[in-house]
């Protein structure tokens, strides 16, 4: 249902899968509250997740922590948000790019730069990710045409289309 942009029936197979395995790793039920725009929702969702990926894989969850902080940003409802899981030391993003946009989210806000500048060193999906991701960036702070603009480009990126349709169509969610 998701690759059909169905929001509301995504979300009732989600909330399906939930009740059978409460502790699932459900972040895509995360992306479909957020573009629900129930970002407080989609905040405790990726919280969970961002819990329940690093327990299991000892690995950072990048993208549940960058959709956790869009979610922290955009909701109106402040009172009992959750707070963002602390990472363990150990616990490094490999990919150059992902890392930056993690530095752009969390630290100095003004990674995009560096985003460009190591996304053409590799290009397989690193180059939809720094588009991707700058844009909810964007969308972030409130800049709609930039955030727009990117996630445009990030849809016709070759790996969206080959990658499953899913990242292409979480991209076109957002326009």
């Not at 249902?1 to 979300?11: A, P, T, V």
């Not at 969850?61 to 899981?85: G, M, V, W, Y």
Request: hydrophobic letters at 40%.
């Amino acid at each position: 249902k998701l690759l059909l942009e169905d929001l509301e029936g995504s979300l009732c197979a989600f909330n399906i899968a939930k009740e059978l395995g409460p502790d699932r790793h459900l972040w895509l039920r995360g992306i479909v509250l957020f573009y629900l725009k129930r970002y407080k929702e989609a905040a405790e969702q990726f919280h969970c997740d961002i819990i329940r990926f690093e327990e299991k894989f000892e690995d950072i969850a990048t993208d549940e922590r960058l959709f956790f902080k869009a979610s922290i940003a955009l909701c109106t409802e402040k009172n009992s948000l959750p707070s963002l899981p602390k990472a363990k030391p150990e616990m490094k993003e490999s990919n150059p790019v992902k890392q930056s946009l993690l530095n752009l989210f969390f630290l100095d806000g003004n990674s995009d730069f560096k985003v460009a500048a190591k996304a053409d060193l590799d290009p397989l999906g690193r180059i939809f990710f720094r588009d991707f991701y700058t844009g909810l960036w964007y969308e972030m702070k409130g800049e709609r045409e930039k955030a727009e603009s990117l996630m445009r480009k990030a849809k016709e990126n070759k790996y969206a289309r080959i990658n499953g349709e899913m990242w292409g169509t979480i991209a076109s969610l957002h326009m």
